[in-house]
T-cell receptor, first 117, second 113 residues
Framework: AQSVAQPEDQVNVAEGNPLTVKCTYS??????LFWYVQYPNRGLQFLLK????DNLVKGSYGFEAEFNKSQTSFHLKKPSALVSDSALYFC???????????????WGLGTSLAVNP | DGGITQSPKYLFRKEGQNVTLSCEQN?????MYWYRQDPGQGLRLIYY???????QKGDIAEGYSVSREKKESFPLTVTSAQKNPTAFYLC????????????FGEGSRLTVL
């Protein structure tokens, strides 16, 4: 079955340190990969996506993510964390072959990032 | 500015009552989605619509209903048949390609008293 795993429910980092939020997936073929962020009681905001091409993609707010096909991973990274980065982060995957026309996403359960001053 | 507007932001309901959550978008997107979010469970798809006058059940459609009479609007009704309706509800839309990202509204928090 197709699935997305975010193995850490919570990640804690000190402000100024690099951060990584992990995502692995089980989808056949060449999936499209997305990261979203959610602040408390708000909707989700798109951060970045991998469709094709360079494995390192850059997105909003200084975030980047690295696609690794052999490890079926798409980890979110930032070189220097800010307290304002504290939020809930979701990884999502779309299978372009089997999704048909509905463009449905398969979601991870989310990782809560806490950046400590 | 283009975007998705959900209303109300907070809603309280007594058991046995139906409630309708509004979702309006001015992005000219064809596809719209309703998700339910519960703590620790991520996002679960309730209904989606790819075009006006057409919609499909998602993974947890029981106890919910939708309509898509206009491109801009995709209201969700939480019926009394939904056994555990207290949750955060998110509406989203997407533009024309498989590579596009979802745009989300700010959410509606429904509490059943």
């Amino acid at each position: 079955a197709q699935s997305v795993a975010q193995p850490e429910d919570q990640v804690n980092v000190a402000e100024g340190n690099p951060l990584t939020v992990k995502c692995t997936y089980s989808v056949s073929g060449n999936p499209y990969l997305f990261w979203y962020v959610q602040y408390p009681n708000r909707g989700l905001q798109f951060l970045l996506k991998y469709i094709t091409g360079d494995n390192l993609v850059k997105g909003s707010y200084g975030f980047e993510a690295e696609f690794n096909k052999s490890q079926t991973s798409f980890h979110l990274k930032k070189p220097s964390a800010l307290v304002s980065d504290s939020a809930l982060y979701f990884c999502a995957v779309r299978d372009p072959v089997n999704a048909g026309n509905n463009r449905k996403l398969i979601w991870g359960l989310g990782t809560s990032l806490a950046v400590n001053p | 500015d283009g975007g998705i507007t959900q209303s109300p932001k907070y809603l309280f309901r007594k058991e046995g009552q139906n409630v309708t959550l509004s979702c309006e978008q001015n992005l000219n997107h064809d596809a719209m989605y309703w998700y339910r979010q519960d703590p620790g469970q991520g996002l679960r798809l309730i209904y989606y619509s790819q075009i006006v006058n057409d919609f499909q059940k998602g993974d947890i459609a029981e106890g919910y209903s939708v309509s898509r009479e206009k491109k801009e609007s995709f209201p969700l009704t939480v019926t009394s048949a939904q056994k555990n309706p207290t949750a955060f509800y998110l509406c989203a839309s997407i533009g024309g390609s498989h590579t596009g990202e979802l745009f989300f509204g700010e959410g509606s928090r429904l509490t059943v008293l």
